[in-house]
């Protein structure tokens, strides 16, 4: 699938979809305008009276006192204060505002990427990690430095160009004459480094991706006593993550002394014509000191624009792939949703296809789980099973055929209150860090009932683990359960799905990490459910399980 990194799209310098996406950049956007076209009036005018004042010292010695200029002076002063003030303002607020936005955008951004499919989310888990976590945050840097530049490029250069032109014809005309050049110079840059923050974000991504995918697996290298075997390969990682910095900085850093040695050079030329016009008497001595102060303040906001293009780069990349996310998230929302009155727990699969590989899987796929049964799908490893489920939840769209809900079509039910009729279990199941008890109160407040939590305890093997541990429900666990042996973190899933009370139960591989006795006791548990009337539907191959069920269905078997 094409992303974003992968199309290169053409940039705006200011993208629309930032200042509609945020109510906080808006304000930013018109504070930014006003403080520049306050610093602008500050620059001339300040220039104006400064050139004013050494004019008239050195050429008239009749107001050589201090009280002979004391109302330029004022305006002066004032002129260099409110240039402070509002570049102070400019600063403050910038970064300000640019927290605000970054995070406005990475809760936007993770809200939307928890309502992507879920085998979209998890193909690019990694890489929307990078961006939420990091890659937004590059967005800082664009809006505290390079939009304002951008504005002062804009306002500051045309108006102190025409200021020069009343001032000295020749000077504006080597204003004129010089000043594309700059903007020429970071267009070539740009062509030069065209890509480069893309393939920056890209090689981040994967490297981080991998970096995790190795400190996930240490515990289990720790414990196989080969925990030192990755040290290499992520000596490996941390030199590629240097070199793509290196490499990065590198061009900033050179491209930003292009722009200031040429800014100088220009900046010289026209020093050097006022310096010859004055010894021969050609050019006014005011004019020519108001000239050489404006000049620097034409080219310093393109000089300010090319330092932090670069750091607008990376920062417009990330938000690139922040707005992909936000886009596929509203492109894939659907209709007018409904509540159905009640809910019988009648689930039809008919033709269902799903996309997985470059194949179907399932495919054709056709079922009836009715409730009071216990339904187990079955089948060999990639037939689609648990994207049979995925498909019941709601969580995966089907490519091909439907699946309804007491004859509704799922896609026109509202998912929240689908969930919170259904009671699931996947291969992994979800724990967060915390206690036990916020654990199994993940998905809701457990019921005052304790002797339902106690069956519950009971039927998993649970009361035994608590038993082993000395602060019970209040033991903590790190990351995926960390602390917890795999069947302990079964058991405790499987108790969150029996107090649960929900009407449907879909299970992935349920007794996966159990031992005979625990798995007969779950088994019997979940018919008891069953016959209480609720829809279970269990992911299985075990010749027990198979045992347990009411409906054996195949998935991928000859008929399909």
Not at 153 to 169: F, M, N, R, S
Not at 425 to 440: D, K
């Amino acid at each position: 699938m094409a992303t974003a990194l992968d199309t290169p799209r053409r940039k705006r310098p200011i993208d629309p979809r930032l200042w509609r996406c945020s109510r906080t950049a808006r304000k930013y956007l018109v504070l930014t305008i006003g403080l520049s076209l306050t610093i602008t009036a500050s620059i001339i005018l300040s220039a104006l009276m400064i050139g004013s004042i050494l004019g008239g010292v050195i050429t008239d010695p009749a107001r050589r006192s201090l009280g002979s200029w004391s109302v330029e002076l004022i305006v002066l002063g004032l002129a260099l204060v409110v240039r402070i003030g509002a570049t102070w303002l400019q600063a403050r607020f910038g970064h300000r505002s640019a927290a605000q936005i970054v995070a406005e955008l990475e809760n936007e951004a993770l809200t939307a990427a928890t309502r992507l499919p879920t085998r979209e989310l998890d193909s690019r888990s990694a890489e929307l990690t990078q961006v939420i976590t990091r890659g937004v945050a590059d967005l800082r840097a664009y809006l505290a430095g390079y939009v304002p530049a951008l504005f002062l490029a804009a306002i500051v250069p045309p108006t102190v160009l025409v200021v020069i032109a009343g001032q000295d014809l020749i000077s504006a005309g080597i204003v004129l004459v010089t000043l594309p050049l700059i903007p020429a110079f970071m267009i070539l840059i740009g062509l030069l480094t065209k890509g480069k923050a893309n393939t920056t974000l890209r090689t981040m991504s994967m490297q981080s991706a991998q970096l995790l995918d190795l400190l996930a697996g240490l515990p289990t290298l720790r414990a196989l006593g080969r925990q030192h075997g990755p040290a290499d390969r992520v000596r490996e990682l941390g030199e590629a993550h240097r070199r793509t910095a290196m490499s990065a900085l590198r061009i900033a850093f050179l491209s930003a002394l292009v722009l200031e040695l040429l800014a100088t050079l220009c900046v010289a030329l026209i020093a050097v014509s006022i310096g010859l016009r004055l010894v021969f008497g050609e050019m006014a001595l005011t004019a020519g000191i108001v000239v050489l102060i404006l000049a620097p303040e034409v080219y310093q906001p393109f000089r300010s624009l090319g330092e932090r293009f670069h750091a607008a780069e990376d920062g417009m990349t990330a938000a690139d792939k922040v707005f992909e996310v936000l886009d596929a998230s509203r492109g894939g929302a659907r209709g007018t949703y409904g509540r159905p009155r009640r809910c019988n727990g009648v689930i039809d699969v008919s033709g269902l296809g799903m996309i997985a590989r470059d194949r179907l899987a399932p495919r054709n796929f056709s079922a009836v789980f009715r409730p009071g049964l216990v339904t187990v799908l079955t089948g060999p490893n990639g037939a689609g099973k648990s994207s049979v489920l995925q498909a019941v939840l709601g969580l995966a769209e089907p490519t091909t055929g439907r699946v309804a809900i007491d004859g509704t079509d799922i896609g026109a039910i509202d998912p929240e209150w689908w969930w919170e009729r259904v009671a699931w279990l996947p291969q992994r199941p979800v724990l967060i860090p915390g206690t036990l008890r916020e654990n199994l109160e993940l998905s809701g407040p457990v019921g005052a009932v304790s002797q339902i939590l106690d069956n519950a305890c009971a039927a998993t093997g649970l009361d035994q683990v608590l038993a082993e541990l000395p602060e019970g429900w209040d033991t903590v666990v790190g990351t995926g359960g960390a602390g917890l042996s795999l069947g302990q973190r079964q058991r405790l899933a499987l108790t969150r799905v029996l107090v649960g009370g929900k009407p449907i139960l879909l299970l992935d591989e349920p007794t996966a990490h159990l031992d005979a006795e625990s798995e007969a006791a779950v088994l019997s548990s979940l018919i008891s459910y069953a016959d209480r009337g609720a829809t279970v539907v269990i992911v299985g191959h075990r010749p027990s399980v198979l045992a347990a069920a009411d409906v054996v269905v195949t998935v991928g078997g000859d008929d399909e």
